[in-house]
């Protein structure tokens, strides 16, 4: 009686402990989950400079292949290399991307304003649209809305009053503010992930050892497999990536300018930029194309068309098969519906990093299905 007693008692605290554990265990999930929504912006800054660092490791490494020179000198010479291609791009085509990134911003808005026109003119309802440049020049008919405002006091000379002075003197104030803070976000942002991304390079085995060190001893070993395993793809990926984004943006610049499409070095970099995100990437970067070349004319804009079609299925067909093939081996559907709920929620950072972490969700799958294959082959 007293050993059945026991029993009990025992099988008691065990379902007391295992509820306790579980539900601290749920607890600090939902904090997590919290803390990463919360956060999220940040953490894709920090994963932003992260990949920076492995991409610059991965060119690191292939110099490596090359040359016995050490690792800190190989880094240098790779960023050197890096930042006398950028310095040459704006330096020879500074000017030229200036001039048509302004060309094909006003002609982007006047497109916008012909598209809302041509769909009002067919009974489509736009007004859920937001056409920021058909709000500048209303179509001829429409209807004027008229606001009533009190009458300004003139002075006796003729000037505007103190009242307009303050009024006028604290909305500049409050755009000039607005753009300020702006730059200096995306300046401190750039700056940040640049940092982040150095420093990683400069030091790999050191971050290496202090991410595998957070993981409990008796699990460093699977720790350590899993991390270098995400390391290799995320390299592997990111050397293919950068050939795949030079070739749609040689391919697209090279095609416009024969085409003789307006601001085709400018539509040739967005495309190459875009390419970073799959399948959508190549849509949004396919719509602006077309929409820029509506205002040469039909023929041009299905030159365009085309051209969308044949880089689309060049970098579908042909270098992401063959390039990346070895990377990342990830449906096409799956992946698609992984950016849209990331782009929903968490907008555009969501939509860039997607595929990489994705990649790292994978491995960590596939790695945790091997390895519960293995104990059953060997059984």
């Known amino acids: ?4 007693a026991d029993n009990r008692q025992q099988a008691r605290n065990d379902m007391a402990w295992a509820i306790a554990v579980g539900g601290i265990g749920a607890v600090l999930f939902a904090a997590l989950l919290t803390f990463a929504w919360h956060f999220a912006a940040t953490l894709f800054l920090l994963f932003a400079g992260m990949l920076l660092g492995v991409g610059l ?14 690792h800190a000198v190989r880094l240098m ?18 000017t030229t991307i200036a001039q048509q990134a302004t060309v094909l911003s006003n002609t982007i808005k006047s497109q916008l304003g012909s598209v809302k026109q041509f769909l009002e003119q067919h009974g489509v309802d736009t007004s859920y649209l937001d056409f920021t440049a058909a709000a500048e020049a209303k179509p001829e008919g429409a209807p004027a809305t008229t606001t009533t405002t009190a ?12 009242g307009a002075l303050a009024s006028s003197g604290g909305a500049i104030i409050s755009q000039t503010l607005k753009v300020l803070l702006g730059t200096v976000s ?33 699990y460093r070993t699977q720790a350590t497999i ?32 024969i085409i003789g499409i307006p601001s085709s070095f400018i539509l040739g970099i967005q495309a190459g930029l875009l390419a970073f995100i799959p399948t959508v990437g190549a849509i949004l970067g396919g719509l602006i194309v077309v929409l820029a070349s509506l205002a040469t004319g039909w023929i041009a804009a299905l030159s365009a068309f085309i051209l969308f079609l044949g880089v689309h299925a060049l970098e579908s067909y042909v270098l992401t098969p063959i390039i990346q093939r070895q990377a990342l081996d990830i449906p096409p559907a799956t992946l698609f519906a992984f950016q849209i709920l990331l782009g929903v929620v968490f ?6 990093l997607a595929l990489p972490l994705m990649a790292i969700a994978k491995v960590m799958i596939d790695h945790f299905k091997a390895e519960n294959k293995a104990p059953a082959h060997a059984a």
């Open 226 to 257: 899993i991390v270098d395993h995400i390391g290799d793809t995320l390299e592997r990926w990111l050397i293919a990536q950068i050939i795949t984004m030079t070739a749609v943006f040689l391919v697209t610049w090279i095609g416009l300018a």
């Open 186 to 218: 995306v300046v401190g942002n750039f700056f940040i992930v640049l940092f982040l991304g150095l420093a990683f390079a400069a030091q790999p085995s050191i971050y290496r050892a202090g991410l595998l060190f957070i993981a409990p001893a008796k």
């Open 1 to 4: 009686m007293t050993d059945s």
């Open 77 to 94: 010479l790779v960023c050197l290399a890096l930042a006398g291609l950028l310095s040459g791009i704006v330096f020879l085509g500074g």
């Open 57 to 70: 490791n991965a060119m690191t490494t292939l110099l490596g292949r090359l040359t016995r020179l050490p």
């Open 347 to 352: 907008g555009v950072w969501g939509l860039a």
């Open 151 to 162: 009458p300004a006091t003139p002075s006796p000379h003729g000037l505007p009053g103190a």
